[in-house]
């Protein structure tokens, strides 16, 4: 019979440990590697004719990091958040907002969205697989959104970054 360390060490190699949060009642999954802090009640300054899902930006220990809300991408409205998350992929940090921090859960390795939902229109950042799917939580919600930070930072940065005209 295998130790209980032995079997935490095979769960982890087959499943990706995931953070759950609450967005306008959807659920979010973010990969604990990728999880810098939450921020309660952050001081956001607020920016007008921004792309959608562009909040704000907030001083995060001396660093300027855009806000954003995923709200149009998994179409929800988009509101003012009592929390961010902030978040790496492979480059810079930015911080998501979220309503509250749910749970956490395990995904098994290779799982895939529903085969009838459409991957959300952030470039694959943002898929949506059934509550089932998710291991070690006291209650399962049907769908979760698994946010794929590597992708976000890198659509958003492409999607904010100001474009340059030359006339």
């Known amino acids: 019979m295998a130790s209980e360390v ?3 060490a095979a769960q982890t190699e087959t499943a990706q440990r995931l953070c759950l949060f609450s967005v306008a009642g959807e659920v979010v999954g973010v990969p604990v590697a ?3 802090e939450v921020v309660r009640e952050p001081l956001i300054t607020r920016l007008t004719e921004v792309p959608a899902g562009l909040v704000g930006l907030m001083n995060f220990r001396g660093e300027i990091l855009p806000v954003v809300d ?3 991408w998994i179409s929800i409205p988009v509101m003012p958040r009592m929390q ?3 978040v790496q992929g492979e ?3 930015i911080a998501v907002g979220v309503d509250a921090v749910r749970d956490m859960g395990d995904l098994p390795v290779g799982s895939t969205h529903a085969p009838t939902m459409e991957d959300a229109p ?3 950042a943002l898929r949506r ?3 089932d799917r998710l ?3 006291a209650a399962t919600p049907p769908w979760v959104w698994i946010l794929d930070t590597r992708h976000l930072v890198e659509r958003l940065m492409r999607s904010f970054s100001p474009v340059v005209e030359v006339v």
Do not use: N, R, T
């Open 122 to 124: 952030l470039g694959g």
């Open 34 to 36: 990728a999880l810098f």
């Open 6 to 8: 032995q079997q935490v």
């Open 129 to 131: 697989v059934g509550g």
């Open 135 to 137: 291991g070690g939580m």
């Open 84 to 86: 961010v998350m902030v």
């Open 91 to 93: 480059g810079p940090q």
């Open 70 to 72: 995923l709200g149009p």
